[in-house]
């Protein structure tokens, strides 16, 4: 499997993102996409079968290109990675999430949900100000009715942000009825953002809640944060003048 970025940089600015710290530089072309999948499968001699489009930017910010590259991708004349094997990952862009089920390609959609409530979604999406939870879910309950495809929602726990009893109540009362699961992630610590990771207990506490109310929920592995190496650190180090 591998993670592949749509954008250098982005421009969706969540508060907790360290790409989205670094702000936006320019869209991917479906060829530099495309790259970014052959230059793996060479460097490490296999053939890659899995892709989440979950690395830098939005990609329904980039979207004509990135259908394009959905479409060359999935091609038997391009990589042949069937649909069910790709996911697309968005924080949130409601109308091209109608678009994109109206397209019903069965690819996975992946909604980076963060918060139960518009009032801890305002604060760490900015994305949320223009269209809030509720709009993005009646979104995402369209997209599972016309696609018949699950929804993963991701849910980066931050410590006394996001991650109480309440919030996990909340969170469970408002997936009910949309065919969902849901990724709980220990957010990464970010220099600068004032965030810290929820503890292993919290997470147990939250996962158990959601199962309590009937939502699947799974914690994510989280690798390289250790040496700010994991989603967008790199780069954002590179840029403050580490090494690399
Ligand atoms: S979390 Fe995703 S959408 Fe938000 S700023 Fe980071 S890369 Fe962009």
Redesign the pocket.
Known sequence: SMCISTQVG?N???TF?A??KSGFSRDLLPSEMISEIQTAQKDIGERISNVVLMG???PLDNYKNVLRFLELVSSENGLNIGMRHISLST?GLVEKIYDLADRKLQLTLSV?LHAPNDEIRSRT?PVNRKWNVEQLLKACRYYSDVTGRRISFEYAMISGVNDSDACANELASRLRGIIAHVNLIPVNDVTGTGYRKSGEERLRKFTAILEKRGITATVRRTLGSDIEASC?QLRRRNEQGGTV
Do not use: D, F, W, Y
Request: hydrophobic share 20%; proline share 0%.
């Open positions: 982005c969706m600015g969540c993102c790409t989205g830098m930017g939005e924080c980076s999406m967008g």
